[in-house]
């Protein structure tokens, strides 16, 4: 039976205990992540670039963000399990209702839906699935990477967004790229927690993509909190790997 927990979050943000989140796209990564007690296990729809070799985060489709939504419930024991709608299913409330349905059957206990949409986190509050925010920089909808909330006007907008989000039932916001102290005050009006990407360290939790953490990539941001290399690691095996076929055969030769 699914059942919201999503209460437990306001709860930890009440209590000072910051909230973990990472992106995660396959089965494997999603056992090393629950085993390590991560509290969000989040399918992004960077699944998109970082995984599928897709040019955009707005190429994926349902079904294959539902194919990983899978893959990675199978890998869950405790951890809360996240996923976005992607872009190509947020055309209207009707089809945002209808891609939480489906994704609710694959296991997911929230959705993460993009922009400043009260209807949505009605609708979501109605229903059996947790609705979460995404606000500041929206992939899906902000073309290239910046800044956002920068000037007051724009900062205020931003607070009365949130709360209004809020009132509509979200329980959880994230925000990208806005300016730590407007992370804050926004924290500080909300009982609902916020989580931070490239927002400073005063939100309620973090998040941040897998392959920058590992260091899957040779890409570095500048608020990834990387804790190895994992490309070269990956480099290093595969090649010891060809050298290591090239030697067994000249040893049998
Ligand atoms: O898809 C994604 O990776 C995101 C970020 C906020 C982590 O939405
Ligand atoms: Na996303």
Redesign the pocket.
């Known amino acids: 039976i699914h059942m919201k927990q999503a209460s437990r979050f306001s709860k930890l943000k009440q209590d000072g205990i910051k909230i973990s989140?990472l992106?995660c796209y396959d089965y494997p990564s999603a056992k090393i992540q629950d085993a390590c007690g991560i509290d969000i296990i989040?399918?992004?729809?960077?699944?998109a670039t970082?995984v599928l070799g897709y040019a955009h985060?707005n190429d994926l489709n349902l079904q294959e963000m539902r194919h990983h939504v899978r893959a990675v419930a199978r890998g869950i024991e405790h951890a809360y399990l996240l996923a976005?709608i992607p872009y190509a299913a947020s055309r209207d409330l009707t089809s945002i209702m209808d891609a939480t349905e489906q994704l609710r059957q694959d296991g997911v206990d929230g959705v993460?839906v993009?922009g400043f949409k009260p209807d949505v986190f009605k609708a979501l509050a109605a229903s059996a699935v947790d609705g979460w925010a995404?606000l500041g920089f929206t992939?899906q909808l902000i073309e290239k990477p910046s800044m956002q909330a920068k000037d007051s006007e724009s900062a205020e907008q931003l607070v009365a967004e949130c709360i209004q989000l809020e009132a509509a039932g979200a329980v959880g916001i994230?925000l990208?790229l806005v300016p730590t102290a407007v992370a804050q005050r926004v924290s500080q009006s909300l009982n609902i927690p916020v989580i931070g990407?490239g927002a400073g360290l005063n939100c309620d939790g973090q998040?941040?993509?897998w392959h920058d953490l590992i260091g899957l990539e040779t890409r570095v941001y500048k608020h990834a909190f990387r804790q190895c290399d994992a490309h070269a690691a990956q480099t290093q095996a595969v090649k010891a790997y060809i050298r290591l076929i090239a030697d067994a055969a000249s040893d049998e030769a």
């Open positions: 989140m992106t989040f399918v992004g729809d960077s699944l970082n985060q976005d993460k993009e995404h992939p994230i990208e990407i998040v941040q993509v």
